[in-house]
């Protein structure tokens, strides 16, 4: 099984068009495209998860003027999006069909394929103590690493062929709730990732 995208380069790096975040303020936060085959025989449905394992693990350090965060801090995942049940009809999904722009407390009915289920994604809980921005956010929300960061970071779009058509999820999910129903009926995952940052220091590498 493969997963490729038309809007970014293997390990390169993500155009602001498909991040939340930009260089002075919000980016296109569209989902980039991406496509898929090889699906496994008895595949029942798609997982889709976008996961970037560079967070940092000191949330009081992000963007504080004067504070560089330095490369080697501890980091942890933040999902950036959690999609269960994708029909294995479903091959593709056009840049921006699930995503395009910013909806201020979460996109509260996400546009994606037919039956398939969009779960929450981690700026639920970070913008959670935001009253202008609080809210469950459904479906994809786009890169936005701290600009202070010294860490370019790197986000995988996880694709899981299932033998079930439909995990025992709540009503109310996210990607854990999807990792742990998935257990026990993988029969494939396919990844691809990009990077991006705000620092110029940490794209050029300095």
């Given at each position: 099984?493969?997963?490729?995208?038309?809007?970014?380069?293997?390990?390169?790096?993500?155009?602001?068009?498909?991040?939340?975040?930009?260089?002075?303020?919000?980016?296109?936060?569209?989902?980039?495209?991406?496509?898929?085959?090889?699906?496994?025989?008895?595949?029942?449905?798609?997982?889709?998860?976008?996961?970037?394992?560079?967070?940092?693990?000191?949330?009081?350090?992000?963007?504080?003027?004067?504070?560089?965060?330095?490369?080697?801090?501890?980091?942890?995942?933040?999902?950036?999006?959690?999609m269960a049940d994708i029909p294995v009809e479903i091959r593709e999904?056009?840049?921006?069909?699930?995503s395009d722009g910013l909806v201020k407390?979460?996109?509260?009915?996400?546009?994606?394929?037919?039956?398939?289920?969009?779960?929450?994604?981690?700026?639920?809980?970070?913008?959670?103590?935001?009253?202008?921005?609080?809210?469950?956010?459904?479906?994809?929300?786009?890169?936005?690493?701290?600009?202070?960061?010294?860490?370019?970071?790197?986000?995988?779009?996880?694709?899981?062929?299932?033998?079930?058509?439909?995990?025992?999820?709540?009503?109310?999910?996210?990607?854990?709730?999807?990792?742990?129903?998935?257990?026990?009926?993988?029969?494939?995952?396919?990844?691809?990732?990009?990077?991006?940052?705000?620092?110029?220091?940490?794209?050029?590498?300095?």
């Amino acid at each position: 099984m493969q997963i490729r995208s038309d809007s970014f380069q293997p390990g390169g790096p993500i155009p602001a068009e498909f991040a939340l975040g930009a260089p002075g303020g919000f980016g296109g936060n569209r989902n980039p495209h991406l496509a898929w085959d090889g699906l496994p025989e008895g595949t029942g449905s798609l997982v889709l998860l976008c996961v970037d394992p560079d967070a940092p693990t000191r949330p009081d350090m992000a963007g504080k003027e004067g504070v560089e965060i330095p490369r080697h801090q501890p980091r942890a995942d933040f999902v950036h999006w959690a999609m269960a049940d994708i029909p294995v009809e479903i091959r593709e999904l056009a840049a921006g069909s699930c995503s395009d722009g910013l909806v201020k407390g979460g996109k509260a009915a996400p546009a994606g394929p037919g039956g398939a289920r969009q779960g929450l994604n981690d700026y639920t809980g970070w913008f959670a103590g935001d009253p202008d921005m609080a809210g469950d956010y459904l479906g994809y929300d786009g890169p936005y690493p701290p600009p202070n960061d010294l860490r370019v970071h790197r986000y995988f779009f996880r694709l899981f062929a299932l033998d079930v058509a439909r995990l025992a999820l709540p009503p109310r999910f996210g990607a854990g709730d999807a990792l742990a129903a998935m257990q026990g009926h993988v029969l494939a995952e396919a990844a691809v990732h990009g990077t991006y940052s705000l620092n110029p220091a940490a794209a050029a590498g300095g």
